[in-house]
């Protein structure tokens, strides 16, 4: 069975079992990626159950320094991750609820240390909202089986998307492939389930006594990162000063947006060097603020109060933050397409380039082609790129230089404050034509095009590669085809790489190779 069945289907057969076991000296919820204590659907179950039986909640999180690795997380995240734990305890003490940090090295022992923490609280019951990746799908199955078996409850819930992957079906049953249809669905489904937007109230106040029964949960430190996902001092403070963290931030960044920004969405959101969209990323992949909360702020702001229509701005946002929802439902429908497989079976063949002189100047941004070298500077100083440029970036990577699209899906993880392994694995489809998306592989974006489209007057160019701060709007796309060769050189700015026109023919013959070979 498929991951998510075999989730569903332990849920199911142990929901009688799950039904008899008595509540005891505590309930617990496990927080993931859902770091917030507003809007979460789990922790206000858990809080409900608890409260029901008037006993303590207990909140717990687990740093495994090998789902760190596995999930390529970057230090960055790793960093924005703690930071926010730190937040998110203050936020419970104050409700009397103890949140519990540890670190557990190996993943597989994450279970079996869960189960040994209740037993030391006293604990029956365990909470948490769902992950739809296939590891965490796997383990959690054998988990809810496993607790059933001691005589312990565990309840997992959907929450992370607005509407839960399973509950779109095309005309003829089958799951959609192809977004826009799919939004149409998404939009009329949440529209006929207006409670799919409702707000889950925080958790209730523990009783008193609970400062005292779990003062050592309470008490216990929030532990470092791993070594090898640790941030230097430098990095330290840039980061903490561009990405204040924590679940009122992302609230009061939303709030902002809607007021200021979002009417001017649709016509500003292409453009990198505009203050065109949310930043919201980073919070909705540390979950410290909800889809559902995203979408229902910003359709109050409508005056249609609904997801579609009025504001052109409001809906192409909410429509969006959709594509979040779309690619993980993408995720638990066809689970290899994070398993380093392309969607199309028929794109397995390429060949690719392996030239490791031309993956480093595109990491480190000396590709020679401005708009490319401005975003993948942006990356690698602020762990985030505009989403444009993450499109003209994954192109050049897979067409213009031929490289294997995983290697660069790999670096988007590895660095990216807001990697997330359904929407980048998404946009990663997208930019080397190896995913859902309908569009044919020879639609190849021409970096120079997008460069003069995007980014007109070369603002973004100018930020991210200051050798280039010099040169006029025309120049500046293209400095060594345009009369700027001599300024771009005495800068130390390189020369392109590869011939765009010569390279889109490779890839439009390695492409066609691969496919008819298969
Ligand atoms: P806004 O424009 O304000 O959008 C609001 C929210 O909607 C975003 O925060 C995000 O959650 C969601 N969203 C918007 N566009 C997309 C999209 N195309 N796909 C999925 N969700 C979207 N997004 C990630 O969150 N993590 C990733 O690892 C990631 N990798 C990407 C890799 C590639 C190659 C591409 C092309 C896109 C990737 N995206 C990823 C999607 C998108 O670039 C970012 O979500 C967006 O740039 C974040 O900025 P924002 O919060 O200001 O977005």
């Known amino acids: 069975p498929r991951p998510i069945e075999a989730l569903t289907s332990a849920l199911e057969e142990t929901a009688r079992e799950r039904k008899r076991v008595d509540v005891k000296d505590a309930v617990v919820h496990w927080f993931k990626m859902d770091l917030r204590h507003t809007d979460n659907r789990a922790l206000a179950l858990a809080s409900n159950k608890a409260h029901e039986a008037g006993v303590p909640l207990i909140c717990m999180y687990i740093v495994s320094p090998q789902d760190f690795e596995a999930h390529l997380r970057a230090p ?29 090295e190996k993943r597989k022992e994450i279970p079996n240390r869960i189960l040994e923490l209740m037993g030391e609280w006293g604990a029956s019951h365990l909470f948490a909202n769902m992950e739809y990746e296939v590891d965490e799908l796997r383990r959690e199955a054998a988990m809810v089986r496993d607790f ?151 359709r109050d702001r409508n005056k249609t109060k609904k997801l579609n229509g009025g504001n052109d701005g409001i809906q192409t946002w909410i429509s969006e933050v959709a594509w979040r929802d779309f690619y993980r439902h993408v995720l638990v429908n066809w689970p290899y397409v994070c398993m380093n497989k392309p969607f199309k079976p028929e794109y397995s063949n390429i060949t690719w380039s392996y030239d490791e002189e031309h993956f480093a100047a595109w990491c480190e941004g000396r590709t020679g082609f401005p708009i490319v070298d401005a975003a993948m500077r942006q990356l690698n100083h602020l762990g985030y790129m505009h989403n444009r440029c993450r499109m003209v970036v994954a192109s050049f990577l897979a067409k213009d230089l031929l490289l294997d699209w995983r290697k660069g899906e790999k670096y988007f993880m590895e660095h990216l404050i807001d990697g997330d392994f359904a929407s980048n694995s998404g946009g990663w489809g997208f930019g080397a034509s190896v995913g859902v998306d309908p569009q044919p592989y020879f639609r190849i974006f021409n970096p120079l095009l997008q460069s003069q489209k995007f980014d007109p007057n070369g603002d973004y160019i100018r930020k991210w590669v200051p050798e280039l701060k010099d040169l006029t709007s025309k120049e500046i796309h293209d400095p060594y085809n345009r009369g700027a060769g001599p300024k771009a050189k005495k800068k130390g700015y390189p020369k392109q790489i590869v011939d765009h026109k010569s390279c889109r023919e490779r890839a439009l013959s390695a492409y066609r190779n691969g496919i008819e070979s298969d």
């Open 76 to 104: 960055v995240r790793v960093d924005f991750t703690l930071r926010t734990l730190q937040v998110l305890k203050e936020d419970l003490a104050k409700l009397d609820i103890p949140l519990y940090i540890e670190t557990v």
């Open 148 to 298: 059933a078996a001691n005589d312990k409850s565990f309840e997992v819930v959907h929450d992370t998307c607005v509407v839960p992957p399973g509950n779109l079906q095309t005309g003829t049953g089958n799951q959609y492939a192809v977004y826009s249809p799919w939004y149409r669905s998404w939009v009329a489904h949440i529209h006929d389930n207006l409670d799919l937007l409702e707000l889950f109230d925080p958790p209730a106040q523990n009783p008193g006594s609970a400062r005292e029964q779990f003062k050592q949960l309470f008490d216990a430190p929030i532990p470092a990162a791993p070594k090898n996902k640790a941030l230097t001092k430098e990095e330290k403070k840039r980061f903490h000063s561009l990405w204040p963290c924590g679940e009122h931030e992302a609230l009061g960044r939303l709030d902002k947006f809607c007021e200021e920004r979002i009417g001017g969405y649709h016509d500003k959101r292409n453009i990198p060097s505009e203050n065109g969209t949310s930043c919201l990323s980073v919070h909705l992949a540390a979950g410290t603020i909800s889809a559902r909360t995203c979408v229902r702020v910003a």
